[in-house]
């Protein structure tokens, strides 16, 4: 998968992780013990932090891009884990990928 490919699906993620978590931490006046001002919806935040908010979605959509990406290169057959690297390592690749590491 080339790099593009994973900033795009990451920024995919990323913007659905920003909607996911519009509702949660956010106080209302009421619940901070502040007045309303007249003509302010009663669900408005008390104060919303923007910063804190990207940063949480940026936490989370890192992981199932993550996740994405380990998927494809196992589906192409290109992830090679612990015991194909090590084969790599020692020069132990065979016809079906890594052949036994025992010495």
């Avoid at 992780?17 to 106080?27: C, D, H, Q, T």
């Amino acid at each position: 998968m080339e790099v593009s490919s994973i900033v795009a699906i990451y920024f995919l993620f990323f913007a659905f992780s920003a909607f996911i978590l519009l509702p949660f931490g956010v106080k209302t006046d009421e619940e901070a013990g502040t007045p309303k001002i007249p003509g302010q919806a009663e669900s408005a935040p008390h104060r919303f932090d923007l910063r804190r908010h990207l940063l949480k979605a940026a936490i989370l959509a890192f992981q199932p891009t993550l996740f994405l990406k380990e998927a494809h290169q196992f589906a192409r057959g290109t992830a090679v884990g612990l015991r194909g690297a090590l084969a790599l390592q020692h020069g132990r690749v065979g016809r079906q990928g890594t052949d036994s590491i025992e010495e």
